[in-house]
């Protein structure tokens, strides 16, 4: 069955006492088991209760573990696979909260993180030893849309026996086959893509089950009991429960709903993404524009080889911070908003918001400029977008900024 088929019919592991043909949502925490031993089974890790069914056929994966959310989902992971003097290799092309992760927990958990060029394999090679326990990395880097070629990084690190973990979120099942091109685990934010419609949290962790667990420092004890579930059986049994990143029914109901149009919304953004970036070049007032499926673009090769459309983020640049805030001040139909892959098309200056907590320095070292702005496109007819673009550029005089200091506060009516 193809990917929408699989999202539509994929059966869940009990039936439905009443037939439902989409699983209803039980408003409990707990649940009766027909035998001691069934109870004891999945207690013991031999035998799964409630699954993530539907994630795991249609991804293809070992297994699956649902969280509250994907932030929840990489915390998750790492404090899965970490201990203290352990180090992991990454790259500053980050999403700023998984930056900040980074940055703060990991090293405060006594974890150091070393930062590469992941499209340098010799300075990947140079920064692995003994304590390095995974490379993480994002498929497309939000919001630099920066493609690094993932076999090559498989390549080298199966060598050392360091497993691949890449955010998929960008770029999800029917765009990237993430197993076939050497990711080990995947960690997906499901409030993007698969909800769609930006009113639900969620996260994932994927198992693609080309790790051999038992070759990780972390995980070995539990390879020998667990075999290959080694990882979601840790987390289920361990980091998950004791964490508390528990995904609600209501929002595991929503977010199967949302699986089933998944594909027809990706395919409508990404389609709509490249027009409105080949659009976008033909600005004079828009500086560096960036996509992965621009034939110009540093990362086109990569992705191009790795994916069969290049996602629907875009990111481009304006001469300074003045003009950007203008320009985003104009639009009507594209929402100024901090999500992606939403219905609706968003849009943020990054340098100011997201990574609004870091020094000057710093963001320019992320490769931030103050007039940059990263656009998700949403799936509006491509007329409408082209349209709200054109007539924000139209205007000559510059709306008028209201600038705010650190210092001043704020009274709200409760």
């Known amino acids: 069955m193809g990917f929408t088929t699989k999202?539509?019919?994929?059966?869940?592991?009990?039936?439905?006492?009443?037939?439902?043909?989409?699983?209803?949502?039980?408003?409990?925490?707990?649940?009766?088991?027909?035998?001691?031993?069934?109870?004891?089974?999945?207690?013991?890790?031999?035998?799964?209760?409630?699954?993530?069914?539907?994630?795991?056929?249609?991804?293809?994966?070992?297994?699956?573990?649902?969280?509250?959310?994907?932030?929840?989902?990489?915390?998750?992971?790492?404090?899965?696979?970490?201990?203290?003097?352990?180090?992991?290799?990454?790259?500053?092309?980050?999403?700023?909260?998984?930056?900040?992760?980074?940055?703060?927990?990991?090293?405060?958990?006594?974890?150091?993180?070393?930062?590469?060029?992941?499209?340098?394999?010799?300075?990947?090679?140079?920064?692995?030893?003994?304590?390095?326990?995974?490379?993480?990395?994002?498929?497309?880097?939000?919001?630099?849309?920066?493609?690094?070629?993932?076999?090559?990084?498989?390549?080298?690190?199966?060598?050392?026996?360091?497993?691949?973990?890449?955010?998929?979120?960008?770029?999800?099942?029917?765009?990237?086959?993430?197993?076939?091109?050497?990711?080990?685990?995947?960690?997906?934010?499901?409030?993007?893509?698969?909800?769609?419609?930006?009113?639900?949290?969620?996260?994932?962790?994927?198992?693609?089950?080309?790790?051999?667990?038992?070759?990780?420092?972390?995980?070995?004890?539990?390879?020998?009991?667990?075999?290959?579930?080694?990882?979601?059986?840790?987390?289920?049994?361990?980091?998950?429960?004791?964490?508390?990143?528990?995904?609600?029914?209501?929002?595991?109901?929503l977010l199967s709903l949302g699986l089933e149009t998944m594909d027809l919304r990706v395919k409508r953004s990404c389609d709509n993404a490249l027009a409105v970036t080949k659009h976008l070049q033909t600005k004079p007032e828009i500086i560096n524009v960036s996509y992965p499926f621009l034939e110009d673009s540093t990362s086109y090769e990569n992705a191009k080889k790795h994916f069969s459309a290049g996602g629907g983020i875009v990111s481009f640049s304006f001469g300074d911070k003045a003009s950007a805030y203008a320009f985003l001040n104009r639009l009507n139909i594209i929402k100024r908003g901090t999500n992606v892959q939403d219905n609706k098309s968003l849009i943020i200056a990054t340098y100011h918001t997201i990574y609004a907590e870091y020094s000057t320095e710093q963001k320019v070292s992320f490769g931030l400029t103050e007039g940059m702005i990263r656009l998700s496109v949403g799936i509006e007819d491509l007329e409408d977008l082209i349209a709200d673009i054109d007539q924000a550029l139209a205007h000559e005089e510059p709306l008028v900024m209201n600038e705010t200091s650190p210092e001043q506060t704020y009274t709200f009516d409760v």
């Open 7 to 253: 999202a539509l019919h994929t059966q869940p592991l009990a039936k439905d006492a009443h037939g439902a043909m989409r699983f209803p949502i039980y408003q409990n925490s707990a649940f009766e088991f027909e035998k001691a031993e069934d109870l004891e089974a999945v207690f013991k890790g031999f035998k799964y209760g409630h699954v993530e069914h539907k994630i795991r056929t249609v991804s293809g994966a070992l297994g699956v573990l649902a969280t509250a959310t994907g932030m929840a989902a990489i915390s998750n992971m790492l404090f899965a696979l970490l201990k203290s003097g352990d180090n992991i290799i990454t790259t500053k092309y980050l999403f700023g909260n998984t930056l900040s992760l980074f940055q703060t927990l990991l090293s405060d958990f006594g974890v150091e993180v070393r930062y590469v060029d992941l499209n340098n394999l010799d300075e990947i090679k140079a920064n692995i030893d003994a304590k390095t326990r995974l490379l993480f990395c994002e498929s497309i880097s939000n919001p630099h849309l920066i493609v690094p070629d993932f076999t090559a990084i498989k390549s080298l690190l199966a060598e050392n026996n360091v497993p691949l973990i890449v955010d998929t979120t960008a770029t999800p099942w029917n765009l990237f086959d993430a197993k076939k091109h050497g990711v080990d685990v995947e960690i997906v934010s499901a409030t993007k893509y698969i909800s769609g419609g930006g009113h639900v949290l969620g996260g994932l962790i994927v198992d693609n089950g080309t790790y051999n667990w038992g070759n990780h420092a972390t995980l070995a004890p539990y390879t020998r009991k667990f075999g290959p579930n080694a990882l979601i059986l840790r987390l289920r049994k361990e980091t998950y429960r004791n964490l508390g990143a528990t995904l609600s029914p209501q929002s595991a109901y």
